[in-house]
Nanobody, 115 residues
């Protein structure tokens, strides 16, 4: 059974930084795309970053140039470095592993950005 556990969420001021981590168990992540999505209250879940097993990386337009996704296949970990955080980045951040027929999702970690 695949399990994903996010950590690293916190409350920060605008301009601050955070690093999120996602620990995967029950599967070897090296064969799969993994990524981060986020969801603010009342809004749909949107892509933050996707790191494909080929090495290709895709970012959502709102975070390009500020966020960096990385992965350590040996440790079964996915990371998200978030710099220059802004209030619009406030959301629950979810880790996902893309696998047919059902993607796996973590429970999420809350990021709050406020003065």
């Amino acid at each position: 059974q695949v399990q994903l556990a996010e950590s690293g969420g916190d409350s920060v001021r605008p301009g601050g930084s955070l690093r999120l981590s996602c620990a995967a168990s029950g599967i070897a992540i090296r064969l799969y795309a993994m990524g981060w999505y986020r969801q603010a209250p009342g809004k749909p879940r949107t892509l933050v970053a996707m790191f494909y097993s080929s090495g290709v990386i895709k970012y959502g337009d709102a975070v390009k140039g500020r966020f960096t996704v990385s992965r350590d296949n040996a440790k079964n970990m996915l990371y998200l470095q978030m710099n220059n955080l802004q209030p619009d980045d406030t959301a629950m951040y979810y880790c996902t592993l893309v696998r047919y027929p059902d993607d796996s999702w973590g429970q999420g970690t809350q990021v709050t950005v406020s003065p």
